[in-house]
């Protein structure tokens, strides 16, 4: 199937509109900084929970980068943001989706929903956020991440309610769960 039928439209269209109800959502929860939300299906491809875990520690054991496109076909699929479009978001994947974010890939693949991994560290247009808000369908994940452009996660310390690290990772959890029933693709 193309991705200009309509079908494929609706479905592009549908997840561009959840992504920005994503953002909305977290912005109305506090978060105000966080701008953009890009939507990824996660494919697993190859291996079993324990191979893949075992290669991923090894990896961060190593320095090296974990080797995601031996277990995971990862597919950019909705976007929104307040300073880029979606094709530079898809671009720019690469450098913005942190090593620390693609190390739990297995975690946000494998775990139930909700699952929730940050890079605290993660600025400028790298995402600070991955979550899972739905169990997995049809073999795949849906992955959202989540980027506050103007600053890391850590820049939270002392500006929100709570200037406690787990206080707002926590407030952030709350406010994920929250999101399950309104996250819908179409």
Avoid: C
């Avoid at 991994?117 to 739905?134: F, H, I, N, Q």
């Amino acid at each position: 199937m193309s991705d200009s039928t309509p079908q494929a439209m609706h479905g592009i269209e549908a997840a561009n509109e959840a992504a920005r109800r994503v953002v909305r959502h977290f912005q109305s929860k506090g978060f105000t900084r966080i701008t953009e939300a890009l939507i990824l299906q996660i494919h697993h491809l190859a291996g079993e929970r324990g191979e893949i875990d075992d290669a991923f520690e090894a990896a961060q054991e190593q320095n090296k980068a974990p080797p995601l496109s031996r277990y995971f076909a990862i597919h950019p699929y909705g976007h929104y943001s307040e300073f880029r479009d979606f094709d530079a978001a898809k671009a720019a994947i690469g450098n913005d989706f942190t090593l620390t974010l693609i190390s739990d890939v297995p975690r946000v693949f494998f775990d139930p929903a909700p699952v929730m991994v940050d890079d605290p560290l993660a600025s400028g247009t790298k995402y600070d956020v991955m979550m899972k808000v739905r169990d997995n369908v049809d073999g795949y994940a849906v992955a959202i991440l989540l980027n506050d452009p103007d600053a890391s996660f850590i820049d939270y310390v002392g500006t929100h309610p709570g200037a406690d690290w787990h206080k707002i990772m926590g407030d952030f959890e709350v406010a994920t769960t929250a999101l399950v029933d309104e996250f819908k693709l179409s």
